[in-house]
């Protein structure tokens, strides 16, 4: 199975922020990774898929970049409500694996 | 706009097994996958299995012994079993539609497993 690994597990930041998480697959994946931010007793909310596509209704402050083993998610000027547990998810092939997840708080 | 509705057992106890339903609405049932994913308490999240419209699945091969995802497409339903259940099952289970990302998520089901 592919091993994804996030970086880091956990980040202090303050509003206005920018932060970058890294995920990095332990093999090549093309694009085939997506971005998740989760809330705590919420389901997941997908911001990224295709390792660099905006979903529809996320803010654009949310990017997301890498091809091949090596990704980002960037948040551009932190707002109150990003402070969350991001995960990145590949699917390039199965088993789909997810990261271990970064949380972002102040 | 795909909307997913759980249903199915929260308590169980070890060796029973986990039976979920995940009922669809809205949106091509048979045209994406459809997924479970599970989340242990404070932990991050595990990919379980996968299922098409046709009957294809694939599993995480950890659990592919004892798991089961189906579809009865009848019913727009999707259902995950998981046998012999210990206390290391216990966590919120997701039903999940995947196209590109997992952009629809049911709403969770708690399953906890004690004696």
């Known amino acids: 199975a592919i091993q994804m690994t996030q970086s880091p597990s956990s980040l202090s930041a303050s509003v206005g922020d920018t932060v970058t998480i890294t995920c990095r697959a332990s093999?090549?994946?093309?694009?085939?990774l997506s971005w998740y931010q989760q809330k705590p007793g919420e389901a997941p909310k997908l911001l990224i898929y295709?390792?660099?596509s905006l979903q529809l209704g996320v803010p654009s402050r949310f990017s997301g970049h890498g091809s091949g083993t090596d990704f980002t998610l960037t948040i551009s000027g932190l707002q109150p409500e990003d402070f969350a547990t991001y995960y990145c998810?590949?699917?390039?092939?199965?088993?789909?694996?997810f990261g271990q997840g970064t949380r972002v708080d102040i | 706009q795909v909307q997913l509705q759980q249903g199915g057992a929260g308590l169980l106890k070890p060796s029973e097994t986990l039976s979920l339903t995940c009922s669809v609405s809205?949106?091509?049932?048979?045209?994406?996958?459809w997924t479970w994913i599970r989340q242990s308490p404070g932990k991050g999240l595990e990919w379980i299995g996968e299922?098409?419209?046709?009957?294809?699945?694939n599993y995480t091969p950890s659990l592919k012994s004892r798991v089961t995802i189906s579809v009865d497409s009848s019913k727009n339903q999707i259902s995950l079993k998981l046998t012999s259940v210990t206390a290391a099952d216990t966590a919120v289970y997701y039903c999940?539609?995947?196209?590109?990302?997992?952009?629809?998520w049911g709403q969770g089901t708690l399953v906890t497993v004690s004696s």
């Open positions: 999940a539609h995947e196209v590109g990302g997992i952009d629809y």
């Open positions: 809205g949106g091509s049932f048979s045209a994406y996958y």
């Open positions: 299922i098409d419209f046709s009957g294809t699945s």
């Open positions: 093999q090549g994946i093309r694009s085939d």
């Open positions: 295709s390792a660099s």
């Open positions: 998810l590949q699917l390039y092939n199965y088993p789909r694996t």
